[in-house]
């Protein structure tokens, strides 16, 4: 996923660097800057000392992100002034040959700290995913996910809402990747669940990062939502 985002990336032109993102509030710049970021931060825990224990999951990570919208993006509006597009793009090139790098070499059972908490490496690779599969949406449309990381990232998103709203009430599906439920009400046990949220993966990431209004999704038939608790956009985004 993030050789793609890279290629996307080497490829805008240099005038498009100053457009708004996919992102708002972000112009492509600042997008690519916040790549940089996202992809060379596994090689920069790798450099500090080794926790003793991992205290958060993925959905824990997930979930801490938008309280740290703030931060985030104080961080990557620094890193993007005064950078031209030759070297921000070669920034981009070199994070994503550092994770590639550190992904072949580390130890997925490896506990890393991470703005959170310590973490299994291989389970902050799952943020990466996530960040790679959103941003490179965010970058450009033309950036489809690669199988695995939209995989990845779906499951991911779908621990993070459990998380949230934890129950049996509710069962979200995103065929063929997984089902899951959640909202505090009555477990159903036997045939179709009375509350069934269905979509597509793609959907899916879009709506649990807010790039897609619940709304727009059911209405043009993204979201198929039967039964009367199961309108979730109240959880929703995620991120």
């Known amino acids: 996923q993030?050789?793609?985002?890279?290629?996307a990336g080497d490829g805008l032109p240099d005038d498009e660097l100053d457009a708004p993102s996919g992102l708002p509030g972000w112009r492509v710049s600042e997008l690519v800057a916040h790549l940089v970021m996202c992809a060379s931060s596994p090689a920069r825990w790798l450099t500090e000392p080794t926790p003793d224990r991992a205290e958060a999951t993925v959905a824990d990570y997930l979930l801490c992100l938008r309280a740290a919208a703030p931060s985030i993006d104080e961080r990557t509006h620094s890193l993007a002034t005064g950078q031209s597009p030759a070297r921000l793009k070669a920034a981009v090139a070199t994070a994503v040959?550092?994770?590639r790098e550190v992904v072949a070499e580390t130890d997925p059972a490896r506990l890393v700290p991470t703005r959170l908490a310590?973490?299994?490496f291989d389970d902050f690779?799952?943020?990466?995913?996530?960040?790679?599969v959103v941003h490179g949406l965010d970058l450009s449309p033309?950036?489809?996910p690669d199988p695995t990381a939209l995989r990845l990232s779906t499951r991911g998103?779908?621990?993070?809402?459990?998380a949230k709203a934890p129950g049996h009430a509710v069962e979200v599906r995103v065929p063929p990747i997984a089902a899951v439920?959640?909202?505090e009400g009555p477990r159903h046990t036997r045939g179709t669940p009375p509350n069934v949220v269905e979509l597509d993966p793609l959907t899916w990431v879009r709506l649990a990062a807010g790039r897609l209004p619940w709304a727009e999704a059911v209405a043009d038939g993204r979201v198929r939502a039967s039964g009367e608790r199961s309108n979730i956009s109240a959880l929703l985004p995620i991120l």
């Open 2 to 7: 993030w050789t793609r985002v890279a290629h």
């Open 125 to 132: 690779l799952v943020t990466r995913c996530v960040e790679g």
């Open 181 to 183: 439920q959640c909202v």
């Open 118 to 120: 310590p973490m299994r």
């Open 142 to 144: 033309a950036v489809d």
């Open 157 to 162: 998103l779908l621990a993070a809402l459990v």
């Open 97 to 99: 040959d550092s994770l």
